[in-house]
């Protein structure tokens, strides 16, 4: 699976984005589709997940209540709401997919950039 990560920018502190991650070469079915991001300097870090079959949501505590993960069979793609940002959010942002048996992920998008100013 190929996967395309766009819809990054810069946005005031308390604005919005939607991230959004396509997938060519085959489906997300029975995958886990996660976000992660990496600020400056910084390692990087889980936003969330979504079982694509089930649909089923998972957050870090960091975004809980503010990222909502979705997604779109039809269009084979998988979304990223962001609302309520604030300038620690800032970072690249990927998305990825893996199997949920496996121990790492498989594929990864090249990343999109995300600024929060204040």
């Known amino acids: 699976v190929q996967l395309q990560a766009s819809g990054g920018g810069m946005v005031q502190a308390g604005g919005s984005l939607r991230l959004s991650c396509a997938a060519s070469?085959?489906?997300?079915?029975?995958?886990?589709m996660s976000w992660f991001r990496q600020a400056p300097g910084k390692e990087r870090a889980f936003v969330g997940r979504?079982?694509?079959?089930?649909?089923?949501?998972y957050y870090s505590e960091s975004v809980k209540g503010r990222f909502t993960i979705s997604r779109d069979n039809a269009k084979n793609t998988l979304y990223l709401q962001m609302d309520s940002l604030k300038p620690e959010d800032t970072a690249v942002y990927y998305c990825?997919?893996?199997?949920?048996?496996?121990?790492?992920?498989?594929?990864w998008g090249q990343g999109t950039e995300v600024t929060v100013s204040s």
């Open positions: 070469g085959r489906t997300f079915s029975g995958h886990l």
């Open positions: 990825a997919a893996k199997r949920p048996s496996a121990l790492t992920y498989d594929s």
């Open positions: 979504i079982n694509w079959s089930s649909g089923d949501t």
